[in-house]
């Protein structure tokens, strides 16, 4: 290890060298400010020249800490995969003459504040991306990605350079957390569905996919103490269809494939209410009195736990367990919405038990608005999505709000009344509209340090695949991204979509079967 450490800072020292004795390039002027980059960084500097990405370009990376390589591959792997080369990482000799590298390195400069913060520095010969950490690095490969255009120059060497605009960027995330919820209960999604998904989140820079495991309609993740939760209740979905489930095997594959990618899966089991799948399989659990039957429908609010069943909490902490010993991320997510049918005492009984029983498995609560009727940790997480007074209570109560109303961020309300897919309690939510708002101001009475970050939950009662998935999701989890990340200040409707529109090629080489909103010039 020591000596390909030597190895490599050989490398790097002697590619001045080197250079001098090249004949020089004469770079067409470009401009790194604007590049379309999603999400907007912080601050960017041009100098108006280019690196030159070619074939024989070398990426090298800090080889104290391997997640760095990790990120090192990650790059090596989309630039190969688009533009038809066969770079490797950290695999230079000191007899291989190097005309370009592309070096991501462990930094711990007082500028780099928050563990995903990066900074890239452009020259003719050399891209030095910079992070504290891993995440950090991957967030600015992210970039990288984005900066290599479509088309080669062909005219100033003898092979094609794929010019990357010189200069220099300064970024950070303006929220810690910028998730993307999945509905995998109304409508059942492979793993194969939600590794695309993951990939095009990866690519704007998401760091946690919220997954609604359960709901009325299905139980889709295996749990190994109670099998007939997935061999009864997940056999059925919205509409009829035949559901499905993960395996934990499937779901470790999910959380690993997730976590290279730098983003958190954060399980939900929704309850008390929202529960009649599970009551299903384990009649015991049920508190409505009435006889349970398979639900296939999308009403809502009709189902219901027993909260005063000891076998109930004991079901729970099975339950709880197993999932928090497959999830690393620091999250587990209670549900609690709309439980109808739960008396009010017995809801926030409940809501104050099993907030205890996830503490007890190592994980942080998390829980839709109403859960803060109850008296809540303030270790816990309340997501906003039609209460601001919950939330803002939970605020009050020192716990940190995750903003997802449904009127602007909800993925699955219609783009407008001719959209095929989605519903509209909420709202019509055309492109702009989902663009244009300030979590940082949403709710006036919640300040910004208590925002953990926001987050896009799409519900599948009206899709069942990737396509459908995607035309609501895209283009719109795009803006989402940029605000959860880009500071207000560099946020605009007329900048963005302009940027927007250029995301095509991307889309288009990911076969994202995106909803192309007329608001949007779209690129050819
Ligand atoms: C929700 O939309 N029921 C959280």
Known sequence: MLSRAVLIFAVVISLAACQSK???????????????????????????????????????????????????????????????????????????????????????????????????????????????????AFRGVQTLRQLIPEQSNDTLTDHPLWLIPSGKIYDEPLFEYRGAMLDVARHFFTVDEVKKFIDILAYYKYNALHLHLTDDQGWRLEIKSWPKLTEVGGKTEVGGGEGGFYTQEDYKDLVQYAADRHIIIVPEVDMPGHTNAASVSYPFLNGNGKKVAPYTGTQVGFSTFDAQKDTVYAFLDDVIREISELSPGPYFHIGGDE?????????????????????????????????AQAKIDSSTVAQLWNEPHNAIKAAEGGSKILLSPAKKAYLDMQYDSLSKYGLHWAAYIPVDTAYNWSPETYVPEIPKEQILGIEAPLWSETISNSAELEYLAFPRAIGYAELGWSQPENRNWEDYKLRLAQQVPYLNTMNVNFYPSKLIDWEK
């Open 22 to 136: 090249k004949k020089e390039i004469n770079f067409p002027k470009t401009d790194l400010s604007t590049v379309a980059l999603i999400p907007k960084p912080v601050k960017t500097v041009a100098t108006n020249s280019a690196f030159g990405l070619d074939s024989n370009t070398v990426i090298l990376t800090t080889l104290t800490d391997s997640e760095f390589e990790k990120a090192g591959r990650f790059l090596a792997e989309k630039v190969n995969a688009k533009l038809g080369f066969d770079l490797k990482v950290n695999n230079a000799s000191d007899k291989d003459e190097i005309d370009r590298v592309i070096y991501i390195n462990q930094s711990d400069s007082v500028d780099l504040k928050t563990p995903e913060s990066y900074q890239l520095y452009i020259k003719k010969d050399s891209i030095y991306l910079n992070a504290k950490t891993a995440a950090g």
């Open 339 to 371: 439980s109808h049918v739960t008396k009010k005492k017995d809801y926030l009984y409940f809501v104050e038990k099993v907030e205890k029983i996830v503490r007890k498995h190592g994980k942080r609560a998390m829980g839709w608005n109403e859960i």
